[in-house]
């Protein structure tokens, strides 16, 4: 009889597993005299290029770390999105960028800076796309509110920045009151909430400007005879809509009506009444 073969740990090892793992040891075994068969022909050339190139690259080691594989693609496309205004020549010239510069020198971080910097761009995306190419999504400003001094007329933006657009533009926007440019900003932003939410009560806006004793938003509309107080925050859609229903709904209490204050939220309050308009 044959002696039983067994594993480090005492297993036995039956014959037919015992048979597989000789055949997987000669053909390790095979393999590794092919490998250095292959290599005493042919590996030891490999071995000698890859040495020479070793020795090459430590040599010249001053140049490789300069080496910049993105300076190898220069710039060659550049889509833009959204600008009514401005013309191509325009963003370009304003993001100092140019078709031929290496794309390792076209930051969009830097781009996006230097364009929401013109008063005409209210918000801007700049990406670039491998492996030349780069694109610039702008959204323009809208011109929301206009103050007149004098003979000169001024159109500012959503974002209280002034833009360069005629005197007609000015004539058909809200008119900013002067005690109120110190406010300009907050103004803007609250005209554009009010543009955005509900369009036809914008239009119809004639006047507006900030009252340092109520500490909200004085409106004058062109079509009544009173003023609306509005917060000085938390600008919505239900604020607006608000307005828009105590005037359909209270027509003749409005018509004697010198205020309406909306500060209070889900509440209207109408306020000096003219005494004369009520007896008569």
Not at 1 to 18: A, P
Not at 34 to 45: M, N, P, S
Not at 68 to 76: Q, S
Not at 263 to 274: E, L, P, Q, S
Request: aromatic residues 12%; glycine residues 6%; hydrophobic residues 40%.
């Amino acid at each position: 009889m044959t002696e039983s073969k067994t594993t480090f740990l005492g297993r036995r090892i039956g014959y037919n597993e015992g048979k597989r793992k000789q055949a997987r040891a000669q053909k390790m075994k095979r393999r590794v005299q092919d490998t250095f068969r292959w290599f005493k022909r042919r590996g030891w050339i490999l071995c000698v290029l890859l040495i020479v190139a070793g020795v090459a690259l430590w040599t010249n080691r001053f140049y490789v770390q300069r080496f910049n594989p993105l300076e190898l693609r220069h710039l060659r496309y550049i889509d833009i999105e959204g600008n009514r205004m401005l013309s191509w020549e325009d963003v370009i010239q304003n993001a100092q960028v140019e078709p031929g510069m290496l794309m390792s020198e076209v930051y969009p971080d830097s781009i996006e800076k230097m364009l929401i910097q013109v008063p005409l761009i209210r918000s801007v995306r700049v990406q670039k796309h491998f492996p030349s190419s780069m694109s610039i999504v702008l959204e323009e400003s809208k011109a929301v509110a206009s103050f007149f001094d004098g003979g000169k007329a001024t159109v500012y933006s959503e974002r209280g920045v002034p833009l360069p657009l005629s005197t007609s533009t000015a004539l058909r926007l809200p008119i900013v009151e002067r005690e109120s440019m110190s406010e300009i900003k907050p103004i803007c932003r609250f005209l554009a909430e009010m543009k955005k939410a509900d369009p036809n009560q914008y239009a119809l806006v004639s006047q507006v400007g900030w009252s340092q004793k109520d500490k909200a938003f004085e409106v004058i509309f062109r079509d009544v005879e009173f003023h609306v107080l509005y917060p000085a925050t938390g600008w919505n859609g239900d604020l607006f809509a608000l307005y828009d229903m105590v005037k359909v709904g209270f027509p003749q209490d409005l018509r004697c009506a010198g205020e309406i204050d909306l500060r209070y939220a889900g509440f209207a309050y109408v306020r000096n009444f003219d005494k004369r308009c009520v007896n008569g």
